[in-house]
């Protein structure tokens, strides 16, 4: 009896932990909120605003003291192609790899446990005109995002027609940590991802990385920042 009480209490603080301290779930891998986290889904406080370079500012109205927010942006195939799963910020920004229509999943922590969607048409307005202007001359390594970056980070680089590039990350020795991609691009802003990781399939450390983009007649190259 002693033992059953005793599980019970347990399972009680476990209960009242669990609403005290989680925050709306979102693993970057499959859409929408899942977990404790996230109980309820209302319309009405989300806030999304576009920005420049592809970006969404978001964030809730009518709701005071939120606590944590977190959210998700998926393209309409159904991918998730940024998180943010917590953040004590009052807003938060994602970054789409090109422009279209996203969906938006977003949720906070108080009052209660919600989480709503909403949807938000992204393109390159920040950077369209400087683009136009660039893409004639050469190519172009843009500044990644988010950059100082923790788990992963989106790199846009354009080239002034169909051509053969590679992009390769370097630690500050000058060693090769990462051959991103390699092969014949579209003229105009492409986009890459890094995880953060080596070619090994390895995290690689916290610290400053520079990133090479080259073709057969230029290179630039820009510095990333790894902060975990």
Request: aromatic fraction near 10%; include cysteine; charged fraction near 15%.
């Amino acid at each position: 009896m002693k033992k059953f009480i005793w599980i019970s209490i347990f399972t009680f603080f476990i209960f009242v932990f669990s609403l005290l301290f989680s925050q709306p779930a979102f693993n970057g891998t499959d859409p929408g909120c899942g977990g404790s986290g996230c109980h309820t889904t209302v319309t009405g406080g989300l806030a999304l605003t576009p920005g420049d370079n592809l970006t969404v500012t978001i964030g809730f109205t009518g709701v005071q003291d939120i606590g944590d927010i977190a959210g998700e942006l998926v393209d309409n195939t159904g991918t998730v192609v940024d998180v943010v799963n917590k953040t004590s910020a009052a807003t938060f920004t994602l970054t789409a790899p090109s422009s279209g229509t996203y969906t938006v999943n977003a949720g906070y922590k108080k009052p209660s446990r919600d989480w709503e969607t909403g949807s938000v048409n992204l393109t390159v307005t920040g950077l369209e005109n400087a683009e136009k202007a660039i893409i004639p001359a050469g190519i172009q390594l843009y500044s990644n995002h988010p950059n100082p970056f923790n788990n992963e980070t989106l790199i846009r680089f354009s080239v002034p027609q169909d051509s053969r590039a590679e992009m390769v990350i370097y630690n500050i020795n000058g060693q090769i940590v990462r051959h991103l991609t390699e092969g014949r691009f579209m003229g105009g802003v492409n986009v890459v991802r890094w995880d953060g990781r080596n070619d090994s399939g390895q995290l690689v450390s916290s610290g400053t990385y520079i990133c090479r983009l080259k073709t057969d007649k230029q290179q630039v190259s820009r510095r990333l920042i790894l902060s975990k």
